[in-house]
């Protein structure tokens, strides 16, 4: 049998605000959005240990609870926007689920299949796009649906482009706007969650069968591992890429940084998996 994802059930929201460290406003408001968005994003790590650990992904409302705040993991967009989704529209916001096709660190003209989950809620000023759960260039704030207009965050620059029906999210790198995810405004269903996460998490060459990426910002800065290297970006500061000596190290980086916990022996050895250099 197949758990639908992403129902409509509520979900312990008490919990999930503590797990976020929010203690604001919960009125629908923009402001209210922002800070929810931002507390999201510095506590909750975009990680994929669930499935190189080989327990699979679940996106049912009771396991994404259980795993995201009752155990203190991560996990990707399908999870953690998945969760969020439901808090948003628990708190009173007008919120839907989208999908799209990252574009970050592809190359243009490349295919790529929608992967990506993302929120759109709706104001009466317009309709914002809110993103707790990317990897890579996670977004620390909110972006107004309005093309071409360039947005603060607390880390970079954003704006949003439009071609047609498609829009791409771009970060500003200060040498170039970069890529980061393209997408529709299309209503997406339960089971398109299901079958995107699916292949994501399963497909012998997906991205996240292959690699070892975790990811969290803090207020001034950016850290992720993937696989064998520790990349750290602090603010105003150039980034910092080093290579990981061993397992060691591994683990001590995931609970430092990324209050990801590795204790059992048989994850250890899936973590020294990663500390080799890809072949060229």
């Given at each position: ?211 070892l990426i975790v ?52 994850q250890r050895k ?11």
């Amino acid at each position: 049998m197949v758990v639908c994802p992403m129902s409509d059930n509520q979900i312990d929201l008490e919990a999930y605000l503590a797990r976020i460290g929010y203690e604001g406003g919960r009125e629908p408001t923009l402001e209210t959005l922002t800070a929810i968005q931002f507390a999201h994003a510095t506590s909750i790590p975009f990680e994929n240990l669930s499935i190189l650990f080989g327990q699979g992904v679940q996106l049912d409302l009771e396991t994404l609870q259980d795993k995201i705040i009752g155990a203190c993991r991560g996990g990707y967009c399908f999870e953690q926007n998945g969760l969020a989704l439901a808090a948003l529209r628990q708190l009173g916001f007008k919120a839907r689920g989208l999908i799209g096709r990252v574009r970050w660190m592809v190359e243009d003209g490349v295919a790529a299949p929608l992967t990506h989950m993302l929120i759109c809620v709706e104001f009466e000023d317009g309709a914002y796009i809110y993103d707790g759960g990317f990897g890579g260039i996670r977004l620390t704030g909110v972006l107004k649906l309005e093309p071409d207009l360039v947005q603060k965050t607390r880390h970079e620059d954003h704006r949003i482009v439009q071609v047609g029906e498609n829009y791409t999210i771009q970060a500003d790198l200060g040498s170039q706007w970069a890529n980061v995810c393209e997408f529709t405004l299309t209503p997406q269903s339960p089971v398109d969650y299901e079958l995107s996460s699916w292949y994501t998490s399963t497909h012998p060459e997906s991205l996240f069968t292959n690699n070892l990426i975790v990811e969290r910002p803090s207020a001034d800065a950016r850290r992720m591992i993937f696989n064998n290297t520790f990349v750290e970006r602090k603010r105003g500061e150039d980034q910092t890429v080093r290579e990981i000596a061993d397992v060691d190290e591994m683990v001590a980086l995931l609970d430092q940084h990324f209050g990801l916990p590795v204790e059992a022996d048989e994850q250890r050895k899936v973590l020294e998996r990663f500390l080799v250099p890809p072949a060229l």
